[in-house]
């Protein structure tokens, strides 16, 4: 089952290898970063 995270734009922005355990759908990533900084993606599963 493979995964697209997708930005805010609408770009797919990586690919991901899902791991076992999430049915497709989409999911809100939420990301943070080493200066304090979160960001969220959607995640998109097929």
Do not use: C
Not at 12 to 27: C, D, H, Q, R, S
């Amino acid at each position: 089952m493979s995964g697209e995270l997708i930005d805010i734009k609408k770009n797919v922005f990586e690919k991901y290898t899902i791991p076992n355990g999430l049915t497709a759908g989409m999911y809100i990533m939420r990301i943070r970063y080493n200066n304090g900084k979160s960001r969220r993606y959607k995640l998109l599963v097929k």
